[in-house]
């Protein structure tokens, strides 16, 4: 049998970033567990593609790692807990606000204005942390002036070759493992690493 909700989750404790939540469940035969997980609230990161097959990577500092990293352009999908509680609760399709999400980080930190986007994957953290990363490839672009980038944001784009690109993920200067993995996905669905 399939674990079963007995009633609605509760969150037992809620931080700037991450809530704590428990939710009883019936596993069968009469027996109810309480499960507990952490959350937060999702995020997206965006594969842009010029039209050189280039990838564009940021490098910003982070302040987890206390050094400089190459990630993929992205952000928050929602601004705090509450309000991806409440989006929860209409038990609407999160990729709508992932969508709208990816077009304005990618306005904000890459620079650009989206005109092919499609979602390429999501990354589920697990079972007990629940924090997803949705994954855009971005194809076609407009670049814009300049970024706009978010007080504190310190965040500079540079270009790379698609074999510069894997090279950074198996080497670990892309260290959000996670990017890594999806990047080196979507570079091996590519018929060709220029």
Same mark, same amino acid.
């Given at each position: 049998m399939v674990p079963k909700p007995t009633q609605p989750e509760k969150i037992v404790y809620q931080g700037l970033i991450v809530e704590?939540?428990?939710? @009883?469940? @019936?596993?069968?035969n009469g027996k109810i567990k309480t499960y507990e997980f952490a959350r937060r609230s999702p995020g997206i990161r965006l594969i842009i593609i010029g039209s050189d097959k280039r990838i564009l990577l940021s490098k910003?500092?982070?302040?987890e790692i206390k050094s400089w990293d190459f990630r993929l352009p992205g952000g928050k999908i929602?601004?705090?807990?509450?309000k991806f509680n409440s989006f929860l609760a209409t038990g609407q399709n999160i990729l709508v606000p992932a969508l709208t999400a990816a077009k304005k980080e990618a306005e904000e930190e890459a620079g650009i204005r989206t005109e092919d986007i499609k979602h390429f994957?999501?990354?589920?953290c697990g079972a007990t942390m629940r924090w997803d990363l949705f994954y855009f490839v971005v194809a076609k672009f407009t670049a814009l002036d300049e970024q706009s980038l978010g007080e504190g944001e310190n965040i500079e784009t540079n270009w790379f070759t698609f074999s510069q690109?894997?090279?950074?993920?198996?080497?670990?200067?892309?260290?959000?493992?996670?990017?890594?993995a999806v990047?080196?996905?979507?570079l091996h669905t590519q018929a060709v690493l220029k």
């Open positions: 704590v939540v428990q939710q @009883n469940m @019936n596993e069968g910003e500092y982070r302040s929602f601004d705090s807990l509450q994957a999501t990354s589920t690109a894997r090279e950074m993920c198996l080497s670990g200067q892309i260290s959000e493992d996670r990017s890594a990047l080196l996905r979507y």
